[in-house]
């Protein structure tokens, strides 16, 4: 799976938009961007996943570019439960017995309020 | 729908003792992991199974560490004995699989060992 960069941490205030980037210039053609999130002493929630669309959801809005080697996620309205570390993973597909999520170190995004 | 459960939530011991963690997944999740996550780091998969075949375990230190799946559902993590460097939380996940998958991966609130 291709490796991914991403900030150490970044604030926000409080209703304004929370763009995250995420650097993952390796990717593959067949490799699809993940993001969780994880709120202090919980387990990982997934967010949002794309292949080359854009594509929004309930939770944010993932934003990839056209040569698919970086993404945004986007809170539009940052709150202070949105305080979380949130994780970029790249990975092969979703389906396959040996489809796996590797984690990276994330962003540590901060709202203020 | 209930999430992946997993117990105890707390767990403190002193070095060389052993201690074990359970996970139930979502019901009907064929896909299991186990992650540790050490504090100030992302999640480390220790090992994945699927039904209770395992798919991968590459990263378990299996001088120490066990898990089990015996009827494809529930799971149990051992470590006998542990050393102060397993002082981490302990995650579960599940993923659904055939038409139902979307690659996602639900996971329970972890269970967090202490090693003194």
């Known amino acids: 799976d291709a490796k991914t960069t991403q900030p150490t941490s970044m604030d926000c205030a409080e209703g304004r938009a929370a763009n995250l980037p995420c650097n993952h210039s390796?990717?593959?053609?067949?490799?699809?961007v993940y993001w969780y999130r994880q709120i202090h002493s919980q387990g990982p929630q997934y967010i949002i996943h794309?292949?080359?669309n854009n594509e929004t959801n309930e939770m944010a809005s993932l934003i990839i570019t056209e040569d698919r080697k970086s993404s945004t996620l986007i809170l539009p309205h940052a709150t202070l439960r949105d305080t979380a570390v949130y994780y970029c993973i790249v990975r092969v597909g979703y389906g396959g017995a040996t489809n796996k999520l590797i984690f990276g170190t994330g962003t540590l995004l901060a709202v203020q309020p | 729908e209930a999430g992946v459960a997993q117990s105890p939530r707390y767990k403190i011991i002193e070095k060389r003792q052993s201690v074990a963690f359970w996970c139930n997944p979502i019901?009907?999740?064929?896909?299991l992991y186990w992650y540790q996550q050490i504090l100030g780091q992302g999640p480390k998969l220790l090992i994945q199974f699927q039904n209770n075949g395992v798919v991968d375990d590459s990263q378990l230190p299996k001088d120490r560490f066990s898990a089990e799946r015996l009827k494809g559902v529930d799971s149990t993590l051992k470590i006998q004995p542990a050393k102060l460097e397993d002082s981490a939380v302990y995650l579960c996940?599940?993923?659904?699989?055939?038409?139902?998958?979307?690659?996602?991966?639900?996971f329970g609130e972890g269970s967090r060992l202490t090693v003194l």
């Open positions: 390796t990717i593959s053609g067949n490799e699809y």
């Open positions: 794309g292949l080359k």
């Open positions: 019901s009907g999740h064929a896909t």
């Open positions: 996940a599940s993923r659904a699989t055939g038409t139902a998958n979307t690659g996602e991966l639900f």
